[in-house]
């Protein structure tokens, strides 16, 4: 069974714009922080943009704050993330994340105990 569940991904051209949406359990949404990271081919998992646990609070990862926008549907359970002018080197596996975050590290791939299955985002230019 899966707790959390990424869609949304797909292929698009260099400058293009995609959603990507995760829908989570009604306990782990509206109790858990959310978020995004992403892993392309032989690189590290990478932080892209989080929600603290009421959604009150947002994080960004440097390289991705102004062009992706974290947003969420509570009716629906579903956070989204908004990518836009997207480029060839955003070519990754995303996965929507949640945690309780005891420690109040967003940052860290290790902290993070919930993992969807990843959607898979190709950029070609």
């Known amino acids: 069974q899966e707790q959390l569940v990424e869609s949304g991904g797909g292929s698009v051209q260099a400058g293009g714009s995609m959603r990507l949406s995760c829908t989570a359990s009604e306990r782990i949404f509206t109790s858990y922080a959310m978020g995004w990271f992403r892993q392309a081919p032989g690189k590290e998992r990478e932080f892209l943009a989080s929600?603290?646990?009421?959604?009150?609070?947002?994080y960004y990862g440097d390289f991705v704050k102004g062009r992706f926008t974290l947003s969420r549907d509570n009716s629906k359970n579903t956070m989204y993330l908004q990518m836009d002018n997207l480029r060839p080197d955003d070519t990754a596996v995303y996965y929507c994340?949640?945690?309780?975050?005891?420690?109040?590290?967003?940052?860290?791939?290790?902290?993070?105990?919930?993992w969807g299955q990843g959607t898979q985002v190709t950029v070609s230019s």
């Open positions: 929600y603290n646990w009421n959604g009150s609070e947002t």
């Open positions: 994340v949640a945690d309780s975050l005891s420690s109040g590290n967003y940052y860290s791939a290790h902290n993070y105990g919930y």
